[in-house]
């Protein structure tokens, strides 16, 4: 009977041992779990918040585009009805290019040197040409309205272009790294330079 009972308790503590190996395996098993679960929350977490940020980021720029272009728009209009068709330029009209002159200058960055500050220099001599206090302009300064015009229409299409495909840009890589942005200018400021000329 002894060597029974022994074969017995021999038994009982294999199990006894193997029951332990067993739950610590089982403890680590739910460790894992939920250490990989905790890192899925915090990744998710993390995913969403930029994602949150560049949706907020590119609603922002498109609604700055779309105001950028309809006041630039309205000015190119108002000045070429009035000065090119017309020949006359009224108070009323006056009024209007300053209060969009004055919009696009707080839409836009005066410390950009290339672009936004060329765009806001060309208003500035706009302004200066057709808003003189005389209301019918010679055939020598509607020209230079024309010309102004003309380089302020192609350079806000340039940097329309330029946001737009930084907003692509920000869609399909999330938040751009510097050489992707310096590499996007750099190939609109070509663009613009083959056509006006190096600056």
Same mark, same amino acid.
């Given at each position: 009977?002894?060597?029974?009972?022994?074969?017995?308790r021999h038994?009982?503590?294999k199990?006894?041992?193997?029951?332990?190996?067993?739950?610590?395996i089982q403890?680590?098993?739910?460790?894992?779990?939920?250490?990989?679960?905790?890192?899925?929350y915090?990744?998710?977490v993390?995913?969403e918040?930029?994602?949150?940020?560049i949706?907020?980021?590119?609603?922002?720029?498109?609604?700055?585009?779309?105001?950028l272009?309809e006041?630039?728009?309205?000015?190119?209009?108002?000045?070429?009805?009035?000065?090119v068709e017309?020949?006359?330029?009224?108070t009323q009209?006056? &009024?209007r290019? /300053?209060?969009?002159?004055?919009?696009?200058? +707080?839409? @836009?960055?005066?410390?950009?040197?290339?672009? $936004? *500050?060329?765009?806001?220099?060309l208003l500035?001599s706009?302004?200066?040409?057709w808003?003189?206090?005389?209301?019918?302009?010679?055939?020598?300064?509607i020209d230079?309205?024309k010309?102004? &015009?003309?380089? /302020?229409?192609?350079?806000?299409?340039n940097? +329309?272009? @330029?946001?737009?495909?930084?907003?692509?840009? $920000? *869609?399909?890589?999330?938040?751009?790294?510097?050489?992707?942005?310096e590499?996007l200018?750099?190939?609109?400021?070509?663009k613009?330079?083959r056509?006006?000329?190096?600056?």
């Amino acid at each position: 009977m002894t060597k029974l009972a022994n074969a017995l308790r021999h038994t009982l503590n294999k199990v006894s041992v193997f029951m332990e190996v067993k739950d610590i395996i089982q403890i680590i098993g739910i460790a894992l779990t939920f250490l990989v679960s905790l890192f899925t929350y915090f990744h998710y977490v993390r995913k969403e918040k930029k994602g949150s940020y560049i949706s907020a980021t590119t609603k922002e720029r498109l609604f700055y585009v779309k105001e950028l272009r309809e006041s630039i728009a309205e000015i190119c209009s108002i000045v070429e009805l009035n000065t090119v068709e017309q020949n006359l330029v009224t108070t009323q009209n006056k &009024l209007r290019f /300053l209060y969009l002159k004055n919009k696009c200058y +707080l839409l @836009l960055n005066t410390q950009d040197p290339y672009w $936004e *500050a060329t765009i806001l220099s060309l208003l500035d001599s706009l302004k200066e040409q057709w808003c003189k206090p005389k209301n019918v302009l010679n055939e020598q300064q509607i020209d230079d309205v024309k010309q102004v &015009l003309k380089k /302020l229409t192609y350079i806000t299409q340039n940097l +329309l272009e @330029l946001e737009w495909r930084g907003v692509k840009l $920000e *869609a399909k890589k999330g938040i751009p790294s510097k050489e992707d942005i310096e590499e996007l200018q750099n190939k609109m400021r070509q663009k613009y330079n083959r056509y006006y000329g190096v600056r």
